[in-house]
């Protein structure tokens, strides 16, 4: 009788830590990382400059107006901003 509790008890033991496991661990299904710089999600290009110090510029012009920007790490670069401040950031642009 002990053998058979002791095998319950292991199995139980491997079956708890096996759900504890997977739901700290979980199943990843997030996708594969950009490695070479060209996806940017959600972001929405709102401009496309030369230099970095020309983006640097925009995207400084827009922090101080109120949009959040950011740019790309790679030339030509991508001044780009989430999609519900485009109206804004292309107005302020072009002031």
Do not use: H
Not at 37 to 59: K, Q, R
Not at 61 to 89: E, F, H, I
């Amino acid at each position: 009788m002990t053998g058979i509790y002791q095998t319950v008890v292991v199995f139980g033991a491997l079956a708890l830590l096996a759900l504890t496991l997977r739901y700290f661990a979980g199943n990843d299904r997030r996708p594969v990382p950009d490695l070479d710089g060209t996806d940017f999600g959600l972001l929405s290009e709102v401009a496309v400059v030369p230099t970095e110090e020309a983006a640097n510029v925009l995207v400084q012009k827009l922090k101080k107006n109120g949009v959040r920007a950011t740019r790309s790490r790679n030339a030509p670069y991508q001044v780009m901003v989430w999609p519900q401040d485009v109206p804004n950031a292309r107005l302020v642009l072009k002031s």
